[in-house]
């Protein structure tokens, strides 16, 4: 069974430019979430999809968007790029139950350098 | 709300024993992970445990999980230059109708040939 695919793997964007991230989950996986990575921050939820609804979210600025489609896949768009966002960003996927041994995959991350 | 503890570096020799610490606040947590990042990747699944479970091995990992102290360990046997990464502990939020994890700001592993 295939991973969760993350495009592109790099990105380099510069201030006040928008940005889209795609994530592909594993074949079956309905539940989608994407976390951001900086050094200084470490790993931070961004939010959850799960049958195209937005389920939960982090406590991110409005330029942080997503949504997901019909068959899983996700996009995560960021708006009026800052210095700030330069980071590498998660997409995991799980089959979405909330409880039981339910357990997120992660794909190997896209890596967004603002300049 | 939640927050997960852990200290950001440990050096060990290769052929020894790897404990890695991690604390947490959430008292509701269900599930506890560890995940693996080597450089440019992303996170690999390494195990997990039951909150109601005080110990679970699998192969050369052992967590030890202390709910009272709400203390989680990770102890790698016999740790190989190719454990050499970032781990990370987290716990599954536990509120309604949804599914995020919280984690901590992992351990960096050294091993020393």
């Known amino acids: 069974k295939a991973g969760v695919t993350q495009t592109p793997r790099y990105l380099i964007k510069t201030r006040g430019q928008q940005v889209t991230l795609s994530c592909s989950p594993i074949s079956g996986h309905r539940s989608v979430s994407w976390y951001q990575q900086t050094p200084g921050q470490g790993l931070q939820f961004l939010f959850e999809y799960f049958s195209e609804t937005q389920r939960n979210k982090g406590n991110f600025p409005g330029r942080f968007s997503g949504r997901q489609f019909s068959n899983s896949r996700s996009e995560m768009n960021v708006s009026t790029l800052e210095l700030g966002d330069s980071a590498l960003y998660l997409c995991?996927?799980?089959?979405?139950?909330?409880?039981?041994?339910?357990?997120?995959?992660f794909g190997p991350g896209t890596r967004l350098t603002v300049l | 709300g939640e927050d997960v503890e852990q200290s950001l570096f440990l050096s060990v020799r290769e052929g020894d024993s790897s404990v890695i610490n991690c604390t947490y606040t959430?008292?509701?947590?269900?599930?506890l992970y560890w995940y693996k990042q080597e450089p440019g990747a992303g996170l690999q699944l390494l195990t997990y445990i039951f909150s109601n479970m005080d110990m679970k091995q699998d192969q050369r990992l052992t967590v030890l999980l202390n709910k009272k102290d709400k203390h989680l360990s990770l102890r790698i046997a016999d740790t190989q230059t190719g454990d050499s990464a970032i781990y990370f502990c987290?716990?599954?939020?536990?509120?309604?109708?949804?599914?995020?994890?919280?984690f901590g700001k992992g351990t960096k592993l050294s091993v020393i040939p």
């Open positions: 959430d008292s509701s947590s269900t599930y």
């Open positions: 995991a996927s799980s089959l979405g139950a909330t409880g039981g041994t339910d357990t997120q995959y």
């Open positions: 987290a716990e599954k939020y536990s509120g309604a109708g949804s599914y995020q994890l919280t």
